[in-house]
């Protein structure tokens, strides 16, 4: 049985990979390195496989783990540096060729920007639903109702909106 | 301006690295790391307590040699003292927030729950782990009826080194739990208190 979840868990890190990556790198300063953050969060959703009990999709599973590493990460006390793990077998690759226009790298950098500075739980929600996550997926992550998701999307974005023009 | 375009720019940006794995080579590392980190948290846990077992051996054999009853009274707080620093560090690991698994909200009050353990553990070390074997030895040292001399610089290094452990955690509290509590309590506060309003 856990050998079958091992085999869907590493499908489901694969379809994900790079919404997670953007995740950890939303939740780093520039002095943390998101990759040591990746695979912290990597090697915590392998930990806690035997957790899993089929209560919601295993997506939601892995993004609500992934949320609740960076905020630990964010507010703990231990040197972080001290305890990363280096996984050889992930390899992080510089992409080759632009895929969007200047004006829209403009934005983009200044939209990323702009979620950096949102508080912890606005970043959450955020980030959360830029990646395409359903109101009740968002909902089950964080133990709150769709409504109260649905308010807190329109409010986060608001305050990007105001960021991103500051 | 750009509500509905977000999602669009977020999605298509080209900005961040792409991750890039084979699935079983990262299985066998994910597993061959696990399995480093279990040896490694036994050992750790295992090296935290052979110091307070040595405190209890030591103690109790010291029940046996001296004859003073003060000296007895000092071996028998070395020893509670042993048992007391055993309960304390496995009471606090069973308070180690590894449910990942739980929904934000409630992780986060668990989260909150482990650092506030760790603040009252450093916050009331003088009590756990710096007063029993300072009386422990202040009875030791008068039921062996040693010099007021020896006695005044034992006692006086002890406090010293005491002294340096107490304020290293007095500062620790102040500086480091409780900023990170506020912070965890903030983000709590933030998620539940909108959640009641609507």
Redesign the interface.
Known sequence: MEKELESIFIETLERNKDRIYRICCSYTTEREDPRDLYQDVVLNLWKSIPSFRHESSIDTWLYRITVNICLRARNTYINKNKFFVKLESIHFRKPEEPSVVSEENELYQKLFEAIKKLDETYKSIILLHLEGLSHKSIGEILCLSENHVAVRIKRAKSRLLILMKS | ???D???K???????????????A???????K??QY?DRLVKRRNIRENIGAALVMILSGAGLFIFNSLLSQIGMIIGVLYGALVIIMLWKTKQKR????????????KK?RDY?AG?RNLASNVIYWYLAPPYVACLLFFIGEEISIIHLAINLLGILALYSFIFFRNKK?VKK??NP?IE??D??IS??TI??DH?
């Not at chain 2, 927030?97 to 986060?108: R, S, V, W």
């Open positions: 301006m750009l509500n375009e977000i999602e720019i977020w999605q298509n940006s080209n900005k961040f690295e792409v991750v890039e794995f084979d699935k080579e990262l299985q066998g590392e994910l597993n790391n696990l980190f927030p590894l449910a990942y698994g739980l929904p934000t909200i409630e992780f986060l989260y650092l760790e620790g480091t739990f990170l912070k965890v903030q983000a933030e998620l909108e959640t609507i």
